[in-house]
């Protein structure tokens, strides 16, 4: 499952602002480079989202930016835990869609404008 932004802001600016709100939600990062263009975010454990089912599945998602010529393009994909069952999956689900919302609104905050938002 993924979720695409194009956007007129700077991707990098893009990234940073995800990743900061990745952070304030409790996900372990990876580190956030000047001129990376990807981070993953983690919450939960494996074995745990195994035994709790849809209560705890682990949630992974990967964001990533790109650049092109007219628009730039933010991509936030998660993984299905599958073992946790159709709740598992609906929460992780979830999970990756309030941080494309919080992170539209960072960017509409910070006086980006948002060209289209969709499901993948």
């Not at 990098?12 to 709100?21: E, I, S, Y």
Request: proline share 4%; charged share 25%.
């Amino acid at each position: 499952m993924g979720l695409k932004l194009l956007t007129n802001m700077d991707p990098h600016l893009c990234l940073k602002l995800a990743w900061r709100l990745a952070q304030d939600r409790g996900y372990s990062l990876t580190p956030l480079t000047e001129n990376c263009k990807r981070f993953t975010a983690s919450k939960g454990n494996m074995i745990v989202g195994v035994l709790a089912g849809a209560l705890a599945p682990r949630c992974v998602l990967e964001v990533s930016v790109e650049t092109y010529p007219d628009a730039n393009e933010l991509v936030v994909e998660s993984n299905s835990p599958w073992l946790s069952g159709a709740g598992g999956v609906r929460k992780v689900k979830q999970q990756a869609e309030e941080l494309m919302d919080a992170t539209v609104s960072a960017i509409e905050k910070e006086g980006g404008k948002i060209i289209e938002r969709k499901e993948f």
